[in-house]
């Protein structure tokens, strides 16, 4: 494979430093025009209103251009070309310049809190647009809509530390204060945002406590990379099919483990499936990764444990030297570096190495498995013996529907 090189500096916004010198605060606000009671009721920012669409139209449609200009116009600079492959790219002091995380690294699950930072705190001027359903279903644009407080909108905003152009944050209901955590609308959301873009190259990725989220407030990030990631590329093998017309597959030839969900009958059958899946590995307290890919019609759920080693005192030294923690994008394949020396080195073998170690093992990720396919309705998943092949020509060639599961309302039909 190639590798691409690309130099993008870092960019710290003044509202996510510390507060050791406060603006002065004339009378009606606090001087800041920050996203809070104090000034936020007689804010106006951009509003993008996506058309809302019940039945099979959102899950279908091909990548193409959008109705009304999305992204593209609104927040990109740039399109980065490339070649197939890993993507390295080096982005130095970003690791000193960008906000610690603040909590703690082994529960995926945290209240919410308001005294450390979050999205409440940054400046109106960060933020791009709102985005919600239309009224009318009709894809609409408002240069300048009121802030509705009452109904908590969903945000877009620019990312403060940036790995690419277009780097940008979707916040699920900000006022409402969530916690990093995903449930059925705020993933649903997620998915008609990159329906709207209509792009192949505009991806969403969400990195969980544990997994490398650095704030513990609801949000996911999205950006443009004109080349496919690694990860998309990597062959897989269907192991179920559900009655909502959800495929769902397991990665193969890939060093970490991950499963792929395809399909539906609408947008919501596809979101319900990935996110009841995100939800059980919540609940039972594994850390994890999302890629939403191919116009919202694929998306990649990768449980990780590279955090859990580093406590453990089990990753190599070396790599831990490198200063990388593999979120959603080192993951999929766009490898941010923080040295120069690890720049000059890039190798797809030394990207290889490194996400073999956020990998789960072979045992621990199909007993993570049996969970997921049980919560989404898959419950004998565990009786049934699911054949591993290396080569995904075998796979497509000799897997046929073996066993039908029912649990509630959901059908389930396994591949063997």
């Not at 979050?118 to 109106?124: D, I, M, R, S, Y």
């Not at 073998?349 to 919560?375: D, H, I, K, T, Y």
Request: net charge negative; hydrophobic share 40%; with cysteine.
């Amino acid at each position: 494979m190639m590798l691409k090189i690309k130099r993008v500096p870092t960019v710290v916004s003044n509202y996510q430093k510390d507060e050791a010198a406060e603006p002065a605060r004339p009378v009606g606000g606090c001087g800041r025009k920050c996203l809070k009671a104090c000034c936020i009721p007689d804010a106006k920012l951009p509003l993008y209103a996506f058309k809302k669409v019940n039945g099979k139209d959102l899950a279908v449609n091909e990548c193409g251009e959008p109705p009304l200009a999305f992204l593209d116009s609104l927040i990109l600079g740039e399109v980065i070309p490339g070649e197939y492959g890993f993507v390295a790219q080096l982005n130095e002091g970003r690791h000193l310049k960008k906000r610690p995380t603040e909590f703690r690294v082994d529960k995926v699950l945290q209240p919410f809190d308001e005294n450390k930072f979050n999205f409440t705190k940054v400046g109106q001027e960060e933020v791009i647009f709102q985005f919600e359903a239309s009224d009318d279903g009709q894809v609409q644009f408002f240069p300048n809509a009121p802030v509705d407080v009452d109904n908590s909108p969903s945000f877009v905003a620019i990312n403060v530390s940036p790995i690419e152009y277009g780097h940008v944050l979707l916040i699920p209901h900000i006022f409402e204060r969530l916690p990093q955590r995903i449930d059925r609308e705020s993933f649903l959301l997620a998915l008609h945002m990159a329906v709207e873009a209509n792009n192949p190259y505009f991806r969403l990725g969400y990195n969980s406590l544990g997994a490398f989220a650095t704030i513990n407030h609801l949000h996911f990030q999205a950006y443009y990379l004109a080349l496919p990631f690694p990860i998309e590329k990597a062959p897989t093998k269907k192991i179920a099919n559900l009655n909502g017309g959800v495929k769902i597959s397991e990665l193969l030839k890939y060093p970490v483990r991950g499963l792929v969900f395809e399909g539906g009958d609408t947008l919501e059958d596809l979101s319900n499936v990935v996110s009841d899946a995100c939800i059980c590995l919540q609940n039972n307290n594994i850390p994890f990764n999302v890629l939403i890919s191919d116009c919202g019609k694929q998306v990649f759920l990768l449980p990780q444990c590279y955090a859990e080693k580093q406590a453990l005192g089990e990753v190599d030294p070396e790599l831990l030297d490198t200063q990388v923690n593999p979120a959603v994008w080192e993951i999929s394949g766009h490898m941010v570096l923080k040295r120069k020396k690890d720049y000059d080195e890039a190798s797809e073998g030394n990207a290889w190495r490194l996400l073999a170690e956020v990998s789960l093992s072979e045992e621990r990720f199909q007993e993570v498995n049996e969970l997921v396919f049980e919560a989404i309705g898959c419950a004998e998943l565990d009786d049934v013996n699911v054949e591993r092949v290396k080569e995904v020509d075998e796979v497509n060639s000799s897997a046929q529907p073996s066993t039908v599961v029912v649990a509630g309302s959901q059908e389930c039909v396994v591949l063997q």
